[in-house]
């Protein structure tokens, strides 16, 4: 019966489940162009009950801004439109990330009225954004994540408004920004402790014994 007793408890102890620890934190600033730093905790081991085995970094980034847009020339432009275009970058150590961003509206205006912001050569074209996400991640030289310390991601964000369809135009923006998110996952396997160690040793004993 003691037997037996040691083999299940054996097996108990050394049963091993991998895990991932992860962190995220937002970030937004007024383009353009601009930066942001956020400060993450590195890899905690456990008291080196953990071992580091993938480092990715996850992240999203929205670009935009309200738009106004005015047709200044004598001809009117049926083709009037407002282009966004832009980028941003993220860098996490040895990670890193790039995504661009754009998009158009358009709406046909008359020719200019000579009366500013206003009447049918101006248009409103409201908040006028894009977003995407990217990723990167590495499972080598991974010494340089581990704790203690913290490790910055960061951002760098640049992007502009230009008007097309026109000679001649008077282009505004208001809460032109950037925005977004940085998760950083830690993927680890579990280390066996060493009384798990040694009690895996007794149960293949136990086990042997009981075969013979």
Same mark, same amino acid.
Not at 48 to 57: A, P
Not at 97 to 124: E, I, K, N, R
Not at 133 to 148: C, E, I, V
Not at 181 to 194: G, R, S
């Given at each position: 019966?003691?037997? %037996?007793?040691?083999?299940?408890?054996?097996?108990? +102890?050394?049963?091993?489940?991998?895990?991932?620890?992860?962190?995220?934190?937002?970030? @937004?600033?007024? &383009? #353009?162009?601009?930066?942001?730093?956020? %400060?993450?905790?590195? =890899?905690?081991?456990? +008291?080196?009950?953990?071992? &580091?085995?993938?480092?990715?970094? &996850? =992240?999203?980034?929205?670009?935009?801004?309200?738009?106004?847009?005015?047709?200044?020339?004598?001809?009117?432009?049926?083709?009037?439109?407002?282009?966004?275009?832009?980028?941003?970058?993220?860098?996490?150590?040895?990670? #890193? @990330?790039?995504?661009?961003?754009?998009?158009?509206?358009? $709406?046909?205006?008359?020719?200019?009225? @000579?009366?500013?912001?206003?009447?049918?050569?101006?248009?409103?074209?409201?908040?006028?954004?894009?977003?995407?996400?990217?990723?990167?991640?590495?499972?080598?030289?991974?010494?340089?994540?581990?704790?203690?310390?913290?490790?910055? $991601?960061?951002?760098?964000?640049?992007?502009? =408004? #230009?008007?097309?369809?026109?000679?001649?135009?008077?282009?505004?923006?208001?809460?032109?920004?950037?925005?977004?998110?940085?998760?950083?996952?830690?993927?680890?396997?579990?280390?066996?402790?060493?009384?798990? &160690?040694?009690?895996?040793?007794?149960?293949?004993? +136990?086990?042997?014994?009981?075969?013979?």
């Amino acid at each position: 019966m003691k037997i %037996v007793c040691l083999a299940v408890i054996a097996g108990v +102890a050394t049963a091993s489940v991998a895990g991932v620890d992860t962190q995220t934190q937002n970030w @937004g600033f007024p &383009l #353009s162009p601009n930066t942001a730093t956020l %400060v993450f905790n590195k =890899f905690d081991d456990g +008291a080196g009950t953990k071992v &580091l085995t993938k480092v990715e970094m &996850l =992240f999203s980034a929205t670009m935009g801004a309200n738009v106004t847009a005015e047709n200044d020339s004598a001809l009117p432009a049926p083709d009037f439109a407002v282009n966004l275009t832009g980028f941003v970058t993220v860098s996490f150590s040895t990670l #890193s @990330g790039f995504v661009g961003l754009s998009q158009s509206a358009a $709406a046909g205006v008359a020719a200019t009225d @000579g009366v500013a912001d206003s009447g049918p050569d101006f248009h409103d074209f409201g908040m006028l954004s894009d977003s995407d996400s990217g990723m990167d991640d590495t499972t080598s030289g991974l010494a340089g994540y581990y704790a203690p310390g913290t490790i910055n $991601a960061d951002i760098f964000g640049s992007g502009g =408004f #230009s008007v097309s369809g026109t000679t001649d135009s008077t282009l505004k923006l208001s809460d032109f920004m950037g925005s977004g998110d940085v998760t950083i996952n830690y993927y680890w396997d579990p280390i066996p402790a060493p009384a798990s &160690l040694g009690l895996a040793a007794l149960g293949m004993i +136990a086990a042997g014994r009981r075969r013979r």
